[in-house]
Structures are given as C-alpha cells and as structure tokens.
C-alpha cells in the first residue's frame, strides 16, 4: 500500500455555519465549499490546509453516523483520511494482514473520491479513512 499524504482531517459539528466561523474568522482559511452526501447522511464542508484539508462534517439526520458520533462524543475531530495510490489494492493488503475493515469496498465520497473506512477497534482507536482521487 502506498500512502500519498494526509488526505483531511475530518471534524464533526453541530453546524456547519458554526464550526466554519473558527477555520475562517480565527485560522484565516479559505471555505472551499459545501456538499451533500446522502447515502453517508452528512453535509460535508472543506478548507484546504497546503497539500491537505480540513473536513467540516454536519449530520443531516437524527440517525445519520455524525449524529451518533456527537452524541456519544461532542464536537471534534472524527476521522483521520489518508490519501493512497491504489483503494482496492489497500484494502486487500490491510484486509490480508488481519484489520478490520468497515468498508470492504470503495464508497463514493465528498469531492467525487473513492473512500473506505477502518475500524477503530483495529487502528487502535482512530477511525482511519482512505481514500484516492478519481
């Protein structure tokens, strides 16, 4: 598996119009734009940090994951997002080396990307997301 960067850091709020005031009006980052991704039921929202971004995440539904996720744990960082060269190839050599996956295959995410998770109990906590630009 070849990691390329750090893709995004991934952050989940209660509001997309809130959490942007810190990334903008404090840090001086560019709002790079909003999207909707249905099938995940969040409204994702990106800041471009050189080479890397931070992914604002705002759930659409009481049951959505981001929603779980506030409830359990606040506002905060949700996820870590690594960038690779080759998705399937990835998940076949993680998959072969015994780490739980969420996602045995690639998923559409924000920005037209293919995305899969790991599971947090077998990253030693973190939620890790991969993903590689189409």
């Not at 598996?1 to 560019?30: P, Q, R, Y």
């Not at 080396?97 to 109990?121: M, Q, S, T, V, W």
């Amino acid at each position: 598996m070849k990691i390329l960067n750090i893709d995004h850091l991934g952050i989940a709020v209660k509001s997309m119009d809130e959490g942007k005031k810190f990334w903008t009006d404090i840090m001086g980052l560019e709002f790079d734009g909003q999207e909707t991704i249905e099938e995940q039921k969040v409204n994702t929202g990106f800041f471009a940090v050189g080479e890397s971004e931070v992914e604002l995440l705002e759930s659409t539904a009481p049951d959505g994951p981001i929603a779980r996720y506030l409830e359990k744990r606040g506002e905060g960082i949700q996820h870590i997002a690594f960038r690779v060269e080759n998705i399937e190839e990835a998940l076949k050599e993680l998959k072969d080396k015994g780490i739980r996956l969420i996602d045995e295959k690639p998923r559409k995410g924000a920005g037209n990307k293919k995305i899969a998770f790991l599971h947090p109990k077998a990253t030693g906590g973190v939620l890790v997301e991969l993903c590689e630009e189409q």
